[in-house]
């Protein structure tokens, strides 16, 4: 009889905790997702449900319009915009990828005196602020003719992004054994096959997390993107969003709150989609020394 009222006891407690941390990770989605949510709802606003204090920010206190999306889309650049966004996030990814993966692996697997210097040397070059840096860039860039083109970020950006590429990668080759290209390189391949066939694909969570890492980097950068490029056909999200809606103290707040949403909905979905493989590109690199 005891053991049993025990067991009830014991049962109770267990659903009241499991009850609990389901509410508790409910809630924390909820406020995680609250201003998601608010930014979806503001952009179907009217002007005079949006500007009244009154009114409750989560509902439709008046009827919903789509007219504030549709003014993104025919009285503005945003699809431009995106199309630029992609093409520099998308080659900027490709060249950080092409220097990053050589560089960490001659690092973490070339055994050198000055490997360890060299990379707290580079990563300490991603720890310089960008603001520090657009004067000196920007002469660069004009210096190459690359001024107000897409171009001059595709040239600056890597240089924010091969740093810490660079220092993460090393710490996920380090936790490849090296038994393993010695192996291959045993079975007839050269130091480069045996890298390319037997080390990239161990390396693969490691480069999901450099691929999400640049390309979300250059996509919400700011301040390069304003300096260097000044056309409106040239301007990539993060500056050409601001630029076309708002106009001095006129904000257009919908549609500011669309574009918002548009953008970072497929972020999410592709982040989502690989969180596994960039979770452990980054723990697993994070743990090594």
Excluded at 109 to 131: E, K, N
Aim: charged share 10%.
């Amino acid at each position: 009889m005891a053991a049993a009222t025990s067991g009830r006891r014991y049962a109770r407690r267990h659903l009241a905790a499991r009850t609990g941390l389901y509410l508790a990770a409910i809630l924390a989605a909820l406020l995680c997702a609250a201003p998601f949510l608010w930014s979806l709802i503001t952009a179907f606003k009217q002007n005079r449900d949006l500007y009244n204090p009154q009114n409750n920010p989560f509902l439709f206190n008046r009827p919903a319009t789509s007219d504030h999306v549709l003014y993104l889309f025919t009285d503005t650049a945003f699809l431009t915009f995106v199309w630029n966004t992609v093409l520099v996030g998308g080659l900027v990814v490709l060249i950080t990828l092409a220097l990053s993966l050589p560089a960490a692996y001659s690092l973490a697997r070339l055994d050198r005196p000055w490997s360890g210097r060299m990379a707290i040397g580079i990563f300490l070059v991603y720890l310089v602020p960008p603001s520090l840096l657009f004067l000196a860039l920007s002469r660069m860039v004009v210096a190459v003719g690359l001024q107000d083109s897409t171009w001059s970020l595709v040239l600056v950006y890597p240089t924010i992004t091969i740093p810490v590429s660079v220092w993460l990668l090393m710490g996920f080759l380090k936790g490849i054994p090296k038994d393993i290209e010695e192996q291959a390189m045993v079975d007839g391949y050269s130091r480069l096959g045996a890298f390319l066939r037997a080390v990239v694909p161990l390396a693969f969570p490691g480069i999901v997390a450099v691929i999400v890492f640049a390309f979300t980097l250059t996509a919400s950068e700011f301040i390069y993107a304003l300096a260097f490029v000044a056309p409106t056909e040239e301007m990539t999200v993060s500056t050409g969003v601001p630029t076309q809606l708002v106009r001095g103290d006129v904000f257009f707040w919908q549609s500011l709150q669309a574009a918002a949403v548009l953008v970072a909905v497929p972020i999410a979905l592709v982040f989502n989609w690989f969180l596994d493989k960039f979770v452990a590109g980054f723990t697993m690199g994070a743990v090594k020394e």
